[in-house]
Nanobody, 124 residues
Framework: QVQLVESGGGMVQAGGSLRLSCAASGLTGRRYAMGWFRQPPEKEREFVAS????????YYADSAKGRFTISRDNAKSTVYLQMNSLKPEDTAVYYC?????????????????WGQGTQVTVSS
């Protein structure tokens, strides 16, 4: 059974940094693209960043470009999201996602497996 567990969320002041981690288990037999999505309060879940199985391809939402970096360590079955220069509008529940059918996972309807989410709160 595939399982994703996020960690690293918390509260930080604007301009600060956080590093989210997503530990995966059960991802065998397929080369999963991994991604991060977020859901701000009272808004729809939205794409943040994605990385291919090999790590050679990445893609970011415009809101994340230049501030966030996605990476993965397949030996540790872990995906990371380094978030710098955080803004209050980055406040959201951040979800890790896996897709076994695509090079990148860019849309919520492509996701095969979701993590439980981790709260990120950025104060002004």
């Amino acid at each position: 059974q595939v399982q994703l567990v996020e960690s690293g969320g918390g509260m930080v002041q604007a301009g600060g940094s956080l590093r989210l981690s997503c530990a995966a288990s059960g991802l065998t037999g397929r080369r999963y693209a991994m991604g991060w999505f977020r859901q701000p309060p009272e808004k729809e879940r939205e794409f943040v960043a994605s990385i291919s199985w090999s790590g050679g391809n990445t893609y970011y939402a415009d809101s994340a470009k230049g501030r966030f970096t996605i990476s993965r360590d397949n030996a540790k079955s872990t995906v990371y999201l380094q978030m710098n220069s955080l803004k209050p509008e980055d406040t959201a529940v951040y979800y890790c996602a896996a897709d076994g059918d695509s090079i990148l996972v860019l849309n919520t309807n492509e996701v095969d497996v979701w993590g439980q989410g981790t709260q990120v709160t950025v104060s002004s």
